[in-house]
């Protein structure tokens, strides 16, 4: 039974550059979360989705966007990158509407240059 | 006032001792209370739940005082390999779905 998948483990990316990050949820979750964690911090929530449907959002700009796909995996895009946007991105599944278990995925580590 | 707070740590205790973290939690309509656990560099994974009646996990012990407002994390005999930070979450109920707040963590170090 595979867990959550990311890909890719590390990106390198510009300034104004544009970057899509994937992810596959655990095996029977419908659902998936979006979140930010900077360095010596905890993760801060972007967004959840579910029925391909984005049902809430944390306190991020519109450069950031996602996209959930029927299969449930999902997908988070981020605009016109900034130096601040450096993070580490993990995604979490699970099922329903509910957010009791989640099962976080190994992350992207994104750098921002 | 942020949502969810914790001990700053970090906290460097040696291998047997007994150790407690604490976290607050600002919304008393905060329903759901966990504990993660995330090693250097890995993702974060559920440590355990935790109840009103507080609950024993081996050598873990969580506690939670609602009139408080803060929920609590006991390792007993501490392992190297408890070595981690340890992420306090509460979620609140909305009207169609859970809003998880996830504290800033508080780091662990455990010495030989």
């Known amino acids: 039974d595979a867990g959550v998948t990311q890909s890719p483990t590390h990106l390198i990316k510009t300034r104004g550059q544009q970057v899509t990050l994937r992810c596959s949820p655990k095996?029977?979750?419908?659902?998936v979360s979006w979140y930010q964690q900077a360095l010596g911090q905890g993760p801060q929530f972007i967004f959840q989705?579910?029925?391909?449907?984005?049902?809430q959002r944390g306190n991020f700009p519109d450069r950031f966007s996602g996209h959930q796909f029927p299969n449930y995996s999902s997908e988070l895009n981020v605009n016109a990158l900034l130096l601040g946007d450096s993070a580490l991105y993990l995604c979490?599944?699970?099922?329903?509407?509910?957010?009791?278990?989640?099962?976080f995925g190994p992350g992207t580590r994104l750098t921002v240059t | 006032r942020k949502e969810v707070e914790q001990d700053p740590g970090p906290f460097n205790v040696p291998e047997g001792a007994t150790v407690a973290f604490n976290c607050t939690y600002s919304n008393s309509a905060s329903q759901s209370f966990f504990w993660y656990r995330q090693d250097c560099r890995k993702e974060p994974k559920l440590l355990m739940s935790v109840y009103s009646s507080g609950n024993e996990d081996g050598r873990f012990t969580a506690q939670l005082n609602r009139a408080s407002q803060y929920i609590s994390l006991l390792i007993r005999d501490s392992k190297l390999s408890d070595s981690a930070t340890y992420l306090c979450v509460v979620t609140l109920m909305k009207t169609s779905y859970d809003k998880v707040i996830f504290g800033p963590g508080t780091s662990l170090s455990v010495i030989p």
């Open positions: 989705y579910y029925e391909e449907e984005e049902r």
């Open positions: 979490a599944s699970s099922t329903g509407q509910g957010a009791y278990e989640q099962y």
């Open positions: 095996s029977g979750h419908d659902t």
